[in-house]
């Protein structure tokens, strides 16, 4: 069993839908959640970064994190066609540490 | 501001030779982490290097090894090339540590 699960898609939605996305993961230890967004042959771009339960709100992201269920989310807001890319949850159990665990990724696509 | 960089972009090798991949973070920025990213997945933690130390090293074998320079620049290395080496080579730099890594455009490797 991987350590963070994420569904591959791909998920597609009409422009100004909302996009969801989801990554549940094993490893309780975990304490900072990343989001992060990859078009295609580019680096991935932090979108959102958060520390333990609760949810953040930036412009059209918002991010929620539930430990008690291993479980967070990314909702997109009004989404565009130039939020077609790939999302990548990520997490790590020391912010003092490198390592962060990824999930497979989501590819989203949204159609005008 | 120059975000990370990394050299080169591309790079096709044959099987059982070694690549030298280089990585310069963001001014300021101390540490540098390693990951692979195999098509169709999220990146695997390879290493992290903090003021010239290996602060951590993932699952990787003995043919992947890195160094940090005193400018903070970093290189991987990687001997006797096999085809599953094959994938998109990414660096990240982060102030001191790993709560808001930024990730460069990656090198993308092709072993023949």
């Known amino acids: 069993q991987k350590e963070v699960e994420q569904d591959p898609g791909p998920l597609s939605v009409p422009e100004g839908a909302i996009v969801s996305l989801n990554c549940t993961y094993s490893n309780s230890a975990f304490q900072y959640f990343m989001w992060y967004r990859q078009y295609s042959r580019k680096g991935p771009e932090l979108l959102m970064y958060t520390y333990s339960s609760g949810n953040k709100e930036d412009g059209r992201f918002t991010a929620q994190v539930d430990k008690s269920s291993k479980y967070i989310s990314l909702f997109i807001r009004d989404s565009q066609p130039s939020d077609s890319a790939t999302y990548l949850c990520?997490?790590?159990?020391?912010?003092?540490?490198?390592?962060?665990?990824f999930g497979a990724g989501t590819q989203v696509v949204v159609t005008p | 501001d120059a975000g990370v960089t990394q050299s080169p972009t591309h790079l096709i090798k044959t099987r059982g030779q070694h690549v030298t991949l280089r990585c310069s973070p963001i001014?300021?920025?101390?540490?540098v982490s390693w990951y692979q990213q195999v098509l169709g997945q999220g990146p695997q933690f390879i290493f992290q290097?903090?003021?010239?130390?290996?602060?951590g090293r993932g699952n990787f074998p003995d043919r992947f090894s890195a160094r940090q320079f005193p400018n903070y620049s970093s290189e991987l290395n990687v001997n006797a090339l096999l085809l599953g080496d094959s994938a998109l080579y990414l660096c990240?730099?982060?102030?001191?540590?790993?709560?808001?890594?930024?990730f460069g455009p990656g090198t993308r490797l092709l072993v023949l």
């Open positions: 001014s300021g920025h101390k540490s």
């Open positions: 290097y903090y003021e010239k130390e290996e602060r």
């Open positions: 990240a730099s982060s102030l001191s540590g790993g709560e808001t890594q930024y």
């Open positions: 990520a997490m790590s159990v020391n912010p003092s540490w490198g390592k962060l665990q």
